[in-house]
């Protein structure tokens, strides 16, 4: 951090800056137009606050949506599952789509959520173990452990808290443990490090990050920043020895998240509700802006949802032939001919049910919430 602030210091190019600045500053004061400069930049600071409101809070009122009720499961019949991810969700212009994968997780009754390891992506890894936790504290669910990760692809294994945790958890439960990832897969790569037969003792293994073409959102061209940021990693969950599902980025941009629905979360009004109305409201205003789309994409959902709802996808299994290259862009290509092991998301073919499923367990959450409060007195 100091070396940063002292390299800035040191770069020609900051003074050249300043220079400018205090000369644009001194000329305008010495023309007497100084007042009219300011009141200039203060009424286009106004401008940009009034649209980005506008954005925010401009949203029909709608009567609440009737959500299904879940139905209680045994605790011996729901899925094991560890959430490997990157939540900033709440952060100022920060993507909320992992967080609110990780409240569905919360909610949905045929999930056990065993712990949460977080990595780099949205943001770096301090800041993404700092927000779950605060975001798991905050719903009552401190319980639930989060163990931080890597902070690059480089860091070794043996250093890697999330990485031994995933290990040593796996190994107690040998084929049961689904795990779901939808930040960068630098976890899932140290964590073979340290045991080769990791993924082979996997249930199930589900991935959000990859593009089977160059992805473009309402003529915006997109990066893909998941399978990217390690292309190593990337290659290895692919391929790993163990039934592999994955939501592409063309899956995500059939997900988008609209005004629509959030007026119906907004009317639900109950308290998850309304934590998640307040902690997407800027995301949506800023995307909502930005792509002329009404609103912003659930990725990660797509991956946490294709376990438990796979009949509101459309999917195929196929031979994926990318390279440690191709994977350098989240480029992900397949091999037309052959019928491969991994099962790939192509898009949402029920987008109501998909928004429904999250309601639903966001409302179970509630739920959940209020009795375990009620334990607690």
Not at 38 to 62: D, K, M, N, P, W
Not at 146 to 159: H, N, R, S
Request: glycine residues 8%.
């Amino acid at each position: 951090m100091n070396r940063q602030k002292t390299s800035v210091l040191r770069s020609p190019w900051f003074w050249i800056a300043i220079v400018l600045i205090a000369a644009g500053i001194g000329l305008t004061a010495a023309l007497g137009v100084l007042y009219w400069l300011f009141g200039a930049f203060a009424a286009a600071i106004l401008t940009l606050i009034t649209v980005f409101l506008v954005a925010a809070y401009a949203v029909e009122r709608t009567a609440p949506p009737r959500v299904p009720r879940l139905q209680k499961v045994p605790r011996s019949e729901c899925i094991p599952v560890i959430y490997d991810c990157d939540v900033t969700m709440g952060l100022p212009f920060r993507d909320v789509g992992d967080g609110l994968a990780l409240l569905y997780l919360l909610g949905e009754t045929r999930v056990n959520l065993l712990c949460v390891t977080t990595t780099y992506g949205n943001g770096p890894v301090e800041m993404t173990t700092r927000t779950t936790r605060r975001l798991l504290d905050h719903l009552g669910y401190d319980d639930v452990a989060t163990l931080p990760g890597a902070a690059g692809p480089d860091e070794k294994p043996e250093m890697n808290q999330a990485a031994r945790h995933l290990r040593d958890i796996v190994s107690t439960q040998p084929g049961e443990i689904v795990l779901i990832a939808t930040g960068s897969m630098t976890n899932l790569k140290h964590a073979a490090a340290l045991d080769a037969d990791f993924f082979q003792k996997l249930r199930g293994l589900y991935l959000w990050g990859g593009v089977t073409e160059p992805p473009v959102w309402n003529r915006h061209r997109l990066a893909e920043r998941n399978f990217s940021l390690d292309p190593e990693a990337a290659y290895l969950a692919i391929h790993a020895d163990c039934p592999v599902t994955i939501a592409t980025g063309q899956a995500g941009l059939t997900a988008v998240f609209r005004s629509q629905q959030f007026a119906a979360l907004q009317a639900l009004d109950d308290p998850v509700s309304r934590l998640i109305v307040r902690k997407i409201r800027p995301w949506f205003a800023l995307t909502r802006l930005w792509f002329r789309d009404g609103g912003f994409v659930t990725w990660d959902s797509v991956a946490a949802l294709a376990l438990t709802h796979p009949e509101l996808f459309e999917s195929e299994r196929v031979y994926v032939t990318s390279t440690h290259d191709d994977l350098r862009t989240g480029r992900l290509f397949v091999d037309p001919g052959r019928r491969g092991p991994v099962q790939l998301v192509r898009s949402v073919r029920d987008f109501d049910g998909f928004i429904m499923a999250h309601f639903a367990a966001w409302r179970h959450l509630w739920r959940r919430m209020s009795a375990r409060r009620g334990k607690n007195k």
